[in-house]
């Protein structure tokens, strides 16, 4: 598994997009809840690492980063 070390603020922002993105479908499968979890814990981490003072990055493993980036 790939980890990378990526800048939270960015990271929070990217999650917040994609919430915003999965709040706008009209899905509701399981498949679909557990995104909008997974990404809400990924955004609650890296905004939290954003404004904790001398922080400023957060892991990311490969299938976070690709789940956060990808267009629905």
């Known amino acids: 598994m790939s980890y990378a070390a990526l800048d939270a603020s960015r990271v929070a922002r990217a999650a917040e ?3 915003q993105t999965l709040a706008g479908e009209k899905e509701v499968s399981e498949a679909h ?16 690492a954003a404004e904790t003072a001398g922080q400023g990055t957060v892991t990311l493993t490969s299938e976070e980063f690709w789940l956060i980036s990808r267009n629905w």
């Open 17 to 19: 997009l994609a919430l």
């Open 33 to 48: 809840q557990r995104k909008t979890i997974l990404i809400e814990r990924i955004h609650a981490l890296a905004k939290a």
